[in-house]
Nanobody, 121 residues
Framework: QVQLVESGGGLVQPGGSLRLSCAASGSIFSINDMGWYRQTPGKQRELVAVISSGGGTNYADFVKGRFTISRDNAKNTVYLQTNSLKPEDTAVYYC???????????????WGQGTQVTVSS
């Protein structure tokens, strides 16, 4: 069994910062891509940022220059540093990881439970 547990969400004023964390645990052989997505009511989940196992990153245009994704492979953890937050960044943020549970299995996608980020004065 694999679990992704997120933390770090909350209420912040416009212009503020939050650091989100997501730790993967359980039966894990290797982790490929890890990423963050977000969703608001009535809208589809959208990619925020993704990082490969080698450290290559990709960002949605609406967060470039403001958010930074990083990972600690020894801890099976991915982070999202969010700066210069705007009210339109308000959403539930979900962690994603592509995980192989053994050398004999293929990569499967796993999701965290989501953490609420609210940007408001």
């Amino acid at each position: 069994q694999v679990q992704l547990v997120e933390s770090g969400g909350g209420l912040v004023q416009p212009g503020g910062s939050l650091r989100l964390s997501c730790a993967a645990s359980g039966s894990i052989f290797s982790i490929n891509d890890m990423g963050w997505y977000r969703q608001t009511p009535g809208k589809q989940r959208e990619l925020v940022a993704v990082i490969s196992s080698g450290g290559g990153t990709n960002y949605a245009d609406f967060v470039k220059g403001r958010f930074t994704i990083s990972r600690d492979n020894a801890k099976n953890t991915v982070y999202l540093q969010t700066n210069s937050l705007k009210p339109e960044d308000t959403a539930v943020y979900y962690c994603y990881a592509g995980i192989r549970r053994s050398p004999l299995t293929s990569t499967m996608g796993y999701w965290g439970q989501g953490t609420q980020v609210t940007v408001s004065s």
